[in-house]
């Protein structure tokens, strides 16, 4: 049971490349996130997912975009990378006791 | 909309010292759960206890435990016995149980806590 991952773990792109963030979850969750995490903060959510097949907007949703064509995988893209991207990435799903089960993180750096 | 509010920016403590992290939430609901993670270096989130607003009885999970006023609204954790391996930033979440962005972790600013041997 490896619960949620993420790949990759470390990515650096230059300004205006795009890559795919992938999220897999082996727990049968229907809803799955993603955040952001800046240097000292807390969490923020980009999108999030209710089930396969729907998505929406979080709190800071704009420069990405997110698809769940399966139950188990929710994908992240970024088609246009800025340097304010640069953060770490988390993916999560949640029980129906609202525990998330998160993954271990994707640090992206943009230059 | 839900806030976290956590006071303390960094915390230390004695090994085998308590020490106890605050956190305060504005809510207009009256069913909720309540959270505190654990985030070390590793960087992975790491659920530490849980709280559901409608049992009086505070929660407790081994060394950690919580003090919860819910007409405060108010969730401090206390460690007992703290121990190197505390170290680490803890987060207070607070999850939307309804609505809009349904189970979305609202999170507080976070309190780096170190652990003095």
Known sequence: ?111 | AQTVTQSQPEMSVQEAETVTLSCTYDTSESDYYLFWYKQPPSRQMILVIRQEAYKQQNATENRFSVNFQKAAKSFSLKISDSQLGDAAMYFCAFPNAGGTSYGKLTFGQGTILTVHP
């Open chain 1, 1 to 111: 049971n490896a619960g949620v991952t993420q790949t990759p773990k470390f990515r650096v792109l230059k300004t205006g490349q795009s890559m795919t963030l992938l999220c897999a979850q082996d727990m049968n969750h229907e809803y799955m996130y993603w955040y952001r995490q800046d240097p000292g903060m807390g969490l923020r959510l980009i999108h999030y997912s209710v089930g396969e097949g729907t998505t929406a907007k979080g709190e800071v949703p704009d420069g990405y975009n997110v698809s769940r064509l399966k139950k188990q995988n929710f994908l992240l893209g970024l088609e246009s990378a800025a340097p304010s991207q640069t953060s770490v990435y988390f993916c999560a799903s949640l029980d129906l006791s609202y525990e998330q089960y998160f993954g271990p993180g994707t640090r992206l750096t943009v230059t």
